[in-house]
């Protein structure tokens, strides 16, 4: 057995699997350890989270800036609800079993994981859509990508983003 601050932990260099119970005051910080850097080999993951903290990461909207990122590399879904009553001492809030699946086919390319943080960032951060394409080139991309020329960036879910980067990139 290994004692250590997770925060602090290394991930193996080879594939590897999680399965936990997260101390729910501290699962979104684990969670960006976790999914934060899709170089790392992890495969899947089954992590026993709050229920409001799942929910919100498995939502297709609104978007979050870090579940959109996640999800370039990573498949999120909920694969059952806790009840508290299931802890002892007993939580005030109901939890839920996160499940985490590497994709077999990224929406970005590990390589640009950094770049596409950045675009997203940029995007989320500013609250416009693509703040480096012209809004000419934002309106000709919204209806082949299915968004409104309009929308917010919580507004676009991770597929119509991966393809605006990709789109971005190509444009230069």
């Not at 943080?117 to 500013?126: E, I, K, N, P, T």
Request: glycine residues 6%; proline residues 6%.
């Amino acid at each position: 057995m290994v004692e250590m601050d997770v925060l602090r932990w290394r991930w193996p260099e080879e594939h590897f699997a999680v399965v936990a119970n997260l101390p729910f005051a501290h699962s979104s910080a684990i969670l960006a350890h976790l999914l934060g850097n899709p170089e790392i080999e992890l495969r899947r993951a089954d992590l026993i989270v709050q229920w409001e903290l799942a929910a919100k990461d498995t939502a297709v909207w609104p978007a979050t800036l870090r579940s959109t990122y996640w999800r370039a590399w990573y498949e999120l879904s909920i694969a059952g609800r806790i009840g508290r009553s299931a802890f002892t001492p007993t939580p005030g809030v109901d939890a839920a079993v996160l499940c985490v699946i590497r994709r077999r086919q990224p929406l970005v390319r590990v390589d640009d994981h950094r770049a596409y943080w950045r675009f997203l960032s940029d995007a989320f951060r500013g609250g416009r859509v693509c703040p480096g394409l012209s809004r000419i080139e934002i309106k000709r991309l919204a209806p082949t990508l299915g968004f409104a020329p309009t929308a917010r960036p919580r507004d676009l879910d991770f597929r119509q983003w991966a393809e605006l980067f990709a789109a971005a990139r190509r444009s230069g």
